[in-house]
């Protein structure tokens, strides 16, 4: 009996060590495919971003942008995020629609500031890709889905722009995974509430959003790249159940003039 | 080990043979080697004891390398529809899996060989393993 378990052993240090061995070999950086660099991430991003404002969409709003900061601000300072430099961008579209870009920018189309009912709902979906962000989800699917070849030879400045806009093609139409969506609607729901915001807001989004689904009004992209909303917004309500929440007052402008800081850039 | 005859051995030497192609098939999907060598497994079960002694070696032979095989396919679907990603630790890994099924291979084919010669073949670990399970 003893010779079984000393083989045993054996044949298990054996596997255990030749893996040890082999995983030492760099066939792969780590930095590389975990996390793409700091300076490509800024550089992919700088890239979109200009390719977006190159199609005259973005609005330049200070009083817009006070506000937007402020929520942002909140969300990230009260939950310890490494997101402070995270940039908003708000683009001229009547899709309703955000999301998150490589090196901390953050994409909010007009149109889902006007289908928000109040600060609460933004701030929601704002600490929703705040968290994909946080938990690097966007380089992740990037690398997933574009690779690292595409994204290095974008980032060098080789690639066209006809590349950029692919990428935020990628990045505004097609969601993140499961596992992924319900870790950032976990994060936003906690996040919300240390930052003073009611959770609830997040969760009411996305059932007007469940509700829409059958009657979809054109532009609708949030609904299609974040599926499930029914389900997770009776689990942000869950998550909320466990959560010390103090509504505090973010920003002081009624909602309506926050919208109609919008006006006169939307369509 | 019990002197064989030559219907016994070419069975046992069968035995082995199958396993090699199951390893073939099975190294994409895992589940297959195990089924096929259980099967094969029961259908010798109330064979002569050198028969059921290499369809035992042949079997728990495999279940190592299904464990092995299992966790690679679980890792390789979690790479490709998962959140997970290609890293040094992960390549490693299938490395060590192809060598250790390549291992398995040489073993086997040797197995099948010596054992249709009516020699007998004790593998590492295994062998004894075998002695232990597996009573005339």
């Known amino acids: 009996m003893q010779k079984i378990i000393n083989q045993f052993l054996v044949l298990l240090l054996a596997f255990f060590l030749a893996w040890f061995l082999l995983s030492q070999i760099p066939f792969v950086s780590r930095d590389s495919m975990e996390k793409l660099s700091k300076k490509t991430e800024k550089k992919l991003?700088?890239?979109i971003v200009k390719s977006l404002e190159s199609q005259g969409q973005k609005i330049y709003s200070a009083p817009l942008s006070q506000i937007l900061d402020s929520i942002k601000q909140k969300i990230c300072s009260r939950n310890s995020f490494d997101s402070l430099n995270i940039k908003i961008h708000v683009i001229d579209k009547t899709d309703i629609n955000a999301f998150a870009l490589p090196g901390d920018n953050l994409v909010?189309?007009?149109?889902?500031i006007?289908?928000?009912?109040?600060?609460?709902?933004?701030?929601?979906?704002?600490?929703h890709e705040i968290a994909h962000i946080e938990k690097n989800h966007v380089t992740k699917k990037l690398l997933k889905e574009i690779g690292l070849a595409m994204l290095m030879t974008i980032a060098g400045g080789d690639a066209g722009p006809e590349i950029a806009k692919e990428v935020l093609r990628t990045?505004?139409?097609?969601?993140?995974d499961r596992k992924q969506e319900r870790e950032a609607d976990k994060i936003?729901?906690?996040s919300m509430a240390k930052a003073g915001f009611d959770p609830t807001s997040l969760a009411n989004f996305f059932f007007r959003l469940a509700q829409s689904d059958g009657n979809l009004p054109a532009g609708l992209e949030w609904i299609t790249t974040h599926p499930d909303t029914n389900d997770r917004a009776a689990e942000i309500l869950e998550i909320k159940k466990n959560l010390a929440f103090k509504p505090e007052v973010c920003i002081?402008?009624?909602w309506d003039d926050v919208k109609k800081l919008l006006g006169n850039h939307s369509k | 080990m019990v002197v064989s005859n030559d219907f016994e051995r070419e069975r046992a030497s069968n035995i082995y043979l199958m396993s090699l192609v199951v390893v073939l098939v099975g190294l994409p999907l895992p589940i297959l080697n195990l089924l096929a060598t259980i099967i094969v497994y029961f259908s010798n079960k109330n064979s002569t004891f050198f028969v059921r002694w290499h369809s035992t070696q042949a079997l728990l032979s495999q279940i190592f390398i299904v464990v092995v095989n299992s966790v690679g396919f679980s890792w390789t679907l979690s790479i490709v529809f998962g959140n997970e990603v290609v890293t040094n630790l992960y390549i490693g890994y299938i490395?060590?899996?192809f060598l250790f099924n390549l291992l398995e291979f040489i073993a086997t084919i040797?197995?099948?060989?010596?054992?249709?010669?009516?020699k007998n073949i004790s593998f590492w670990f295994f062998g004894p393993l075998t002695d232990l399970v597996c009573k005339p």
Do not use: Q
Request: proline content about 2%; charged content about 15%.
């Open chain 1, 188 to 190: 936003a729901a906690e």
């Open chain 1, 108 to 112: 909010i189309y007009s149109g889902l």
């Open chain 1, 252 to 254: 002081h402008t009624p």
């Open chain 1, 171 to 176: 990045l505004s139409s097609t969601g993140f």
């Open chain 1, 114 to 127: 006007n289908y928000a009912k109040n600060a609460d709902e933004l701030a929601g979906v704002m600490a």
């Open chain 2, 95 to 97: 490395i060590t899996l």
């Open chain 1, 45 to 47: 991003g700088d890239l």
């Open chain 2, 110 to 118: 040797k197995a099948a060989i010596l054992v249709r010669n009516g």
